[in-house]
Each structure stands twice: as C-alpha cells, then as structure tokens.
C-alpha cells in the first residue's frame, strides 16, 4: 500500500540542539517533497520544497535533504528555539495536482 | 493580505443536516483544495479544482459535493452529515498553472465541525 510515515508522534529536544525529523514513503515518485509547519488550531504554512534531482536545501536555520533511493526525507532545524516548537508535516508533490501528507511530528523545544 | 478564507470557523450539526463549507483566495489562484485534517490520520484529501470548471475526487470524497463557483471560490457540501465527518477542514490554494510545476499549498485557518 502506498503511504508516508513521519519518524515519531513527539520530539523532545533541548533548545540550541538540532532537531532532526524524518520523512519516509513508499510506492509514490513525488516531483517535489514539501515541508510544512502547523500550530495548534491553525492551518498548515509552507517552509521548504525540494526538488527530485535535488539532494539538499537550505533556507536560514532549516535544511531538507531528499533521497529518493532510499525514498526518505531529513528536515533539520539548527540552533533550535522555542518558538520552533510546532507540528511539521511532509507532502509528497506527486505532479498530479495531487499532494499527500504525512500524519506530522509534534517538536517541543525545551528552555 | 488575508490569502485564503474559510467560513464558518465553528460549526455543530446534528445527524442528518447539511451545510456548506466556504472558501475564498485573494491571490488569483488557480488550483484549490479541500482537506480535512483527524487526529492520527493527516491531511486527507476531499476534492480538489485544478483551475476553474473542473473538480475531481480526492482520496475521501464520499459524503462530500464540491462547487468551484469562479476563480476564487470553492465550496464544500455535506448533504447529509454523519458523526463520521467530524473534523477540521481545510481549504487551500495553488498558485502556479501546470502540472509539472513546483507549487507550495497556501491553507486557511480551517473549519472545525462537530456532528452529534
């Protein structure tokens, strides 16, 4: 069966750590991979897409790495805050007009 | 500069009743979205509009209609709601024409329904 599986329900870390959250799939070929951050009772905003030829990208404190030999995503966050305590989901671009997301993983940044 | 709309932010029904979801853009977006979000679940999505005048099925259409009014407005129908389709619904847009184009989702602030 086709389906996306992010790495944990919850992730605990320590501020000034990086946070590192994963994104696995099988049975698709996305175009693009997306990154998302949601906070409670509010809607999902985009952060970061990656491209199928492309192997990492960067955008100030965030970095996403895309393999799709192993089908997976890295979504890290440097120098963690606070304030980067959220819920961050992945979607697969399938190019169909059509995008899939993962269930999301829950970050707390500790002070 | 409020991108996407969604009304009612709150609604409660009883087994059986119908309404409609509202979703307006601003942004002269092409391509719009329903969604709805359960806990443990995801993004699932309802229906989707790839431009004006054409709607097709997502992943979880059943008990849903849809209206792509114009450009700017799609609406979602629950003909006859059930305790089933309690959850928060999302509206969003796409903004670039074409399949092959990378294109980031733009969501609202969701719609939280309740069916008793």
């Known amino acids: 069966s086709q389906k996306i599986e992010q790495n944990s329900e919850a992730l605990n870390i320590q501020e000034g750590k990086t946070a590192t959250l994963t994104c696995n799939y099988t049975n698709y070929s996305p175009a693009y991979l997306q990154w998302y951050r949601q906070d409670p009772g509010r809607g999902p905003v985009f952060l970061l897409l990656?491209?199928?030829?492309?192997k990492e990208k960067r955008k100030e404190r965030l970095k996403v790495t895309f393999d799709t030999t192993l089908k997976q995503s890295l979504f890290h966050i440097t120098a963690s805050q606070p304030a980067d305590s959220a819920t961050y989901l992945c979607?697969?671009?399938?190019?169909?007009?059509?995008?899939?997301f993962g269930t999301g993983t829950r970050l707390k940044v500790l002070a | 500069n409020a991108g996407v709309t969604q009304t009612p932010k709150f609604q409660v029904l009883k087994t059986g009743q119908s309404m409609t979801l509202q979703c307006a853009q601003d942004?002269?977006?092409?391509?719009m979205y329903w969604y709805r979000q359960d806990p443990g679940m995801g993004l699932r999505l309802i229906y989707y509009?790839?431009?004006?005048?054409?709607?097709d099925k997502g992943e979880v259409p059943n008990g849903y209609n849809v209206s792509r009014l114009n450009k700017r407005e799609f609406s979602l129908r629950l003909e006859s709601a059930a305790p089933s389709q309690t959850s928060v619904y999302f509206c969003?847009?796409?903004?670039?024409?074409?399949?092959?184009?990378?294109?980031?989702?733009?969501f609202g602030e969701g719609s939280r329904l309740t069916v008793l």
């Open positions: 969003a847009s796409r903004g670039l024409a074409g399949v092959k184009l990378a294109g980031e989702l733009f």
């Open positions: 509009s790839a431009s004006e005048g054409t709607t």
């Open positions: 979607a697969l671009d399938l190019g169909t007009y059509k995008y899939i």
């Open positions: 990656i491209r199928e030829n492309e």
């Open positions: 942004m002269n977006h092409n391509s």
